[in-house]
């Protein structure tokens, strides 16, 4: 079973950046469509980044630009670089494993079977 682990968290100033990183632990498919969720306190866990089998990616639209996903498989790992950040941007980071028949890049928290426990981010203006 894969087990994820997120660092790379922390709190910057507006304007900064930060890079997450999300390790697969124990067996790690490469066919699986990885992501990173986040979740602001009283709001819903919404996608962010995605990224498929074959390297295609896909971002939620307040992150274009911004964000960039990629994936190292021999390395198990895949990560999350983040420039220009926002205040909105203030959540926890969630990196995620997709079923493997979804070899595409989702956004659609349901597709996602594996979580790993959550990175903190703080944005402050």
């Known amino acids: 079973q894969v087990q994820l682990v997120e660092s790379g968290g922390g709190s910057v100033q507006a304007g900064g950046s930060l890079t997450l990183s999300c390790a697969a632990s124990?067996?790690?498919?490469?066919?699986?469509?990885m992501a990173w969720f986040r979740q602001a306190p009283g709001k819903e866990r919404e996608g962010v980044a995605s990224?498929?089998?074959?390297?295609?990616?896909r971002y939620a639209d307040s992150v274009k630009g911004r964000f960039t996903i990629s994936r190292d498989n021999a390395k198990k790992t895949h990560y999350l670089q983040m420039l220009n950040l926002k205040p909105d941007d203030t959540a926890m980071y969630y990196c995620?494993?997709?079923?493997?028949?979804?070899?595409?890049?989702?956004?659609?928290?349901?597709?996602?079977?594996?979580w790993g426990q959550g990175t903190q981010v703080t944005v402050s203006s």
């Open positions: 124990v067996y790690f498919d490469s066919r699986y469509c």
């Open positions: 990224i498929g089998r074959d390297g295609n990616t």
């Open positions: 995620a494993a997709g079923r493997t028949d979804i070899y595409y890049p989702s956004l659609e928290r349901a597709h996602f079977t594996r």
